[in-house]
């Protein structure tokens, strides 16, 4: 409680769900052991294999920005320690998070499971190219930074839903939201961020 509201409410997001699932998910459990005690500050830390669980303040404007009301199916990319999916399951219908390193998708799967999320399926795979199978997708969270615009996602999203991707710019990473329209995109700057790369994306 005192990590959301030091470091979530303090720094301006209000979403309810977001800080009520944030409250209720132990971040400490998506750690190592010996970083426990450290689970609850504002910062990232790594969980392995060059990826870190991004920082509590990260998590809850990514969760806030897809807009979630209740009910949805949610597409997302990079499962990571399977912190963000947990506290996106709070309030989504099903949650398919696609990982493509396999250790990392394990790890993450045992956590939940212990945890008892039912509503999560955890997909070791590169998710560049997303699910088609289980598209489209009300919103979709990318957890990794994109070159370019993902397009094989973002066509797997619903009219009116939410993509939240970092994209590369010239200036560095930055953090975006965008809403699908009829044949239209609105996008929204929400600010720099700091993210591993999206395979697919970046020249080897």
């Given at each position: 409680?005192?990590?959301?509201?030091?470091?979530?409410?303090?720094?301006?997001i209000?979403?309810?769900?977001?800080?009520?699932?944030?409250?209720?998910?132990?971040?400490?459990?998506?750690?190592?052991?010996?970083?426990?005690?450290?689970?609850?500050?504002?910062?990232?830390?790594?969980?392995?294999?060059?990826?870190?669980?991004?920082?509590?303040?990260?998590?809850?404007?990514?969760?806030?920005?897809?807009?979630?009301?209740?009910?949805?199916?949610?597409l997302?990319?990079?499962?990571?320690?399977?912190?963000?999916?947990?506290?996106l399951?709070?309030?989504?219908?099903?949650?398919?998070?696609?990982?493509?390193?396999?250790?990392?998708?394990?790890?993450?799967?045992?956590?939940?499971?212990?945890?008892?999320?039912?509503?999560?399926?955890?997909r070791?795979?590169?998710?560049?190219?997303?699910?088609?199978?289980?598209?489209?997708?009300?919103?979709?969270?990318?957890?990794?930074?994109?070159?370019?615009?993902?397009?094989?996602?973002?066509?797997q999203?619903?009219?009116?839903?939410?993509?939240?991707?970092?994209?590369?710019?010239?200036?560095?990473?930055?953090?975006?939201?965008?809403?699908?329209?009829?044949?239209?995109?609105?996008?929204?700057?929400?600010?720099?961020?700091?993210?591993?790369?999206?395979?697919?994306?970046?020249?080897?």
């Amino acid at each position: 409680m005192n990590m959301v509201r030091d470091f979530v409410l303090a720094r301006g997001i209000r979403e309810p769900w977001v800080l009520r699932a944030m409250e209720k998910v132990p971040r400490h459990l998506f750690v190592d052991e010996a970083l426990r005690q450290r689970a609850y500050g504002d910062y990232a830390l790594p969980i392995g294999v060059g990826q870190t669980i991004s920082q509590p303040y990260t998590i809850a404007v990514t969760s806030w920005a897809l807009g979630l009301k209740g009910g949805e199916r949610v597409l997302e990319v990079g499962t990571g320690s399977g912190y963000q999916t947990a506290v996106l399951a709070e309030i989504a219908e099903q949650v398919f998070s696609m990982e493509r390193v396999s250790s990392i998708a394990l790890r993450a799967r045992r956590t939940l499971d212990q945890l008892g999320y039912l509503n999560i399926s955890i997909r070791t795979m590169d998710g560049f190219f997303g699910l088609k199978e289980e598209a489209p997708f009300d919103a979709i969270l990318i957890s990794a930074a994109a070159a370019s615009f993902p397009m094989p996602l973002m066509e797997q999203l619903k009219p009116g839903g939410r993509i939240v991707l970092p994209l590369e710019e010239k200036a560095g990473q930055q953090l975006l939201q965008l809403e699908k329209g009829t044949g239209t995109w609105k996008k929204r700057v929400l600010g720099p961020c700091r993210f591993v790369p999206l395979r697919g994306t970046h020249p080897d």
